[in-house]
DNA sequence: TGACCAAATGACAGCGCTGTCAATTGATGA
DNA sequence: TCATCAATTGACAGCGCTGTCATTTGGTCA
């Protein structure tokens, strides 16, 4: 095994040793077309045997690339974050892509500025916009001045131009609205996710659907302004439990904010889940670890940031893209929190 | 302000608007001595003026380094990572560092030499190992063969030889069950961490301590072996709980596993904090949402990776360090999972 | 005043690769 | 058979910076 003490190869003695030139070599490694098939494979094997490693640093200089895309994220949850890392670094990993991660604050005009000098010193070819920056056009267009690719991590709503993944949120929530609907509950409250979230949108327009379809009214008193965060879905839930005639289910649209409710009605003495079931979303590890253990649901958000990340990387490399864009379905995780009503 | 299709600024650029050579702006900007003041200050009027960014890919080229550093992890808890992110993104971004992110499967032997292949084709100049990596010496070998500098987020042991940053999470345990002990519990489980995980041993070197210090014998019965998750946390309770003398209090070397207590003490029915008490150790985000809300430790995980950053950037410059590692400290949370006993 | 020396600055090659464009090859059809 | 042309391959410059080493500067001391 060649020790580290050993220079590194390069591209010339790949050449040499497969009796090519330079670069035929390149076109190999960057999988150009018009190389004879028995060329390509001497210099695989030339490649291999020297335990070849292209230098990011050189391909970057000479083509001006940097092989280095960058995740953007506002802090939603850990766990979202932790998933949809997980998803970029696998697509990374076998593009041969390096993947730089960048936390921001999604709001401040000046943040914004701020990423783009970031995004702009380390010079990375490509952006994956996760909710809710992914809402921002504003940012959007930023990053096209700067001639940087992105793709958006987004709802599904019709109106998409680029590159983009999307889940049909709407739908999922419709289907754990209905699973609630099936268990005989008719008063059922939602909590609304971050009023700028456009998510939040989604899932309400999905609770509203289940109810009309089965010809439930929607009450707009059972309907509570939530921020997505633990406390404010505490809140929210006290007011629902709060009324005159409190609804006997609450839909909160997400984990946090259910987590939220159940402590709120723990604290009221309330029996779980026969005096209130409590359904969530996202399918955090707290859905898993509270009690009762939450009825949620489960976006594939691994899957859905790595098809972007391909996405993205297709288009860096100007490849024709099979798709512009594609959807992914949510799935519902039922555990002990749900109940008919008593 | 400049358009980006205005070329990006080059470091012959600025030399010439400064009238000095190339070499001296490369001086400035490596921040090297033996430059005068009134030179540095021309070289970084001119900079300010062309926004001139360097350019990664060429530094690296002609330095051969990478101004990257990989955060390897091994799937602790989400939060756990994401302070740990949150802490190096910080150094790194104020040093000019990028931050290559890495999860890894511990234990493998074959997963090194894949991790250490991705290492090499990224080209890091540091690695920062994060438990359980940093208990793995084989690991810090290989790097070390391969010219990777690292720098270890490890509990205090006396033993370190090269750079670290710990925390006194012998001393963290034994607060907590002081704290127990100090709410008149004398009969106190303990469920271990991981047994690969050296803070686990802290922990309980830590537990034991402080009941020895109040003349209490440390009760074999009472320590039930985990595994950090919420599983394991969960069914040692139930063996805890199932003892002819079951204890009045828990302490679980994880938030995680104490809310696999809390759940199974839940299902018994008993009442909490009454019956029984629980601390967890992490802060994790669960803690502050589980019913009822745990009392646990909060390690400054953000702060001792930032300053382990801090210390391997110094390093890979070759500045004299102040200090090969530092030592931070714990803090308690106190909440709502105590009480005495009935 | 000049010799001497450290501090400050500069000239230049070259890091390892890709883009451009030119040269070669080999197959095809007249 | 030879011109023709697409497919394949190669030569070479240059991406933007740093390392090495040479040169200049300015101060100090005899």
């Known amino acids: ?6 220079l590194k190869a390069t591209i010339y003695d790949v050449a040499e ?53 960058a995740l953007l994220y506002s802090n939603p949850s850990s766990s979202y974050v932790t998933r949809a890392q997980q998803g970029a670094l696998e697509a990374c990993g076998a ?49 096209a001045d700067e001639n940087i690719a992105c793709v958006c991590v987004a709802p599904r709503t019709g109106e998409q131009g680029g590159l983009s993944v999307c ?5 999922a929530a419709q289907q754990i609205t209905e699973h609630l609907l099936a268990q005989g509950h008719s008063r059922i409250g939602h909590i609304l996710g971050h009023p700028d979230h456009s998510v939040s949108q989604q899932r309400l327009r999905g609770y509203e659907r289940a109810l009309l379809a089965q010809g439930f009214e929607v009450d707009r008193s059972l309907i509570q302004q939530g921020r997505f965060d633990f406390v404010s879905g505490k809140q929210c839930a006290e007011e629902l439990l709060d009324l005159s005639q409190p609804p006997t289910a609450i ?13 709120a009605a723990h604290e009221r003495g309330l029996k779980l889940p026969g005096q209130l079931s409590v359904v969530g979303f996202d399918d955090s590890p707290q859905a898993a670890q509270c009690w009762p253990a939450l009825s949620t649901v489960r976006q594939p958000i691994s899957e859905m940031v790595s098809s972007a990340a391909r996405l993205l990387i297709g288009e860096l490399r100007k490849q024709p893209p099979d798709d512009i864009q594609s959807t992914f379905q949510c799935q519902l995780h039922l555990r002990d929190s749900v109940s008919p009503p008593e």
């Open 17 to 69: 040793l497969a009796g090519v030139s330079l670069k035929t070599v390149s076109r190999v490694i960057n999988k150009e077309p018009n190389v004879r098939g028995s060329t390509r494979d001497k210099v695989h094997k030339a490649i291999e045997q020297l335990q070849y490693q292209p230098s990011p640093s050189a391909r970057g200089l000479a083509g001006s690339k940097s092989f280095l895309i």
């Open 95 to 143: 593009e041969g892509f390096g993947l730089l991660i960048q936390p921001c604050d999604y709001q401040s005009p000046d943040r914004v500025g701020e990423l783009l000098h970031r995004l702009k010193e380390s010079r990375v070819d490509g952006a994956i916009l996760t909710p809710p920056l992914s809402d921002n056009p504003q940012l959007q267009q930023r990053l």
């Open 167 to 171: 889940c049909d949120d709407e739908r």
């Open 251 to 263: 839909f909160a649209s997400s984990d946090d904010m259910a987590c939220g409710a159940l402590v």
């Open 1 to 6: 095994m060649p020790k580290s003490s050993e």
